[in-house]
């Protein structure tokens, strides 16, 4: 470093134990930038109601990064939560990760519970298993269980899950069957959960739940029924 080798932001460094932000700083030896070896970043976030799936928003409305207080990383959201549901939501800078947990063709499985309008018969809990018709396309087979519901209630609660990530699909399904969804939360992505997760709050994911994550993002869907 003494020899003036080393250049950080232009200007040569010869003072030992000088420090600088490989991540932020124009580091250069003889000449070349010093290239960063990234490192990868998971985080678990619970995203609450209010707050758009993007890094920005043109009508200036909240965003999830909004949430990452302390956050130095370039971190991306998986997939998308619209702005009315909550739940959980993956934040990386893992991009060959990110591409196949939001491909339909690896049947990563995502749970919502969705709070709908009126009691759904059997007859609706079959057509959404089946799939049914949403935007002039028919909507993969999904699992679905309808929560205890007490005598008289003018509403239920539905447990979804679905392995393909259209554009608010469970909302749009329980449309299509005559049940509007007036809450959705979702409570997994593939093998995560975190019940305990408040809404607003972060946490990075620990080793075997990222091991976790990607095996199941190598997996297929099972067979259209």
Request: hydrophobic fraction near 35%; charged fraction near 35%.
């Amino acid at each position: 470093m003494l020899d003036g080798r080393v250049q950080v932001n232009g200007a040569t460094v010869r003072e030992l134990g000088s420090k600088a932000d490989p991540a932020r700083d124009d580091i250069r030896v003889d000449g070349r930038r010093v290239k960063v070896v990234e490192q990868h970043r998971y985080l678990l976030l619970n995203k609450p109601r209010g707050y758009v799936t993007t890094r920005s928003d043109p009508q200036r409305r909240p965003t999830v990064i909004d949430l990452l207080r302390g956050v130095r990383e370039y971190l991306y959201p998986v997939g998308r939560l619209d702005f009315e549901s909550e739940g959980l939501l993956l934040l990386t800078n893992d991009g060959d990760l990110a591409a196949r947990l939001t491909h339909p063709s690896h049947g990563v499985a995502r749970v919502y519970e969705a709070r709908v309008l009126g009691v759904p018969d059997e007859h609706d809990v079959q057509r959404l298993s089946r799939g049914l018709v949403v935007d002039g396309r028919r909507t993969e087979p999904a699992d679905i269980r309808v929560l205890p519901v007490r005598r008289g209630a003018d509403e239920a609660t539905l447990v979804v899950t679905i392995r393909e990530g259209r554009n608010r699909q469970v909302r749009k399904m329980c449309d299509a069957i005559g049940h509007p969804v007036n809450h959705l939360r979702r409570v997994a992505i593939g093998p995560i959960r975190d019940p305990k997760l408040k809404p607003g709050a972060f946490r990075d994911l620990r080793g075997d739940e990222i091991e976790a994550l990607k095996k199941a993002s190598r997996g297929r869907p099972s067979p259209r029924r």
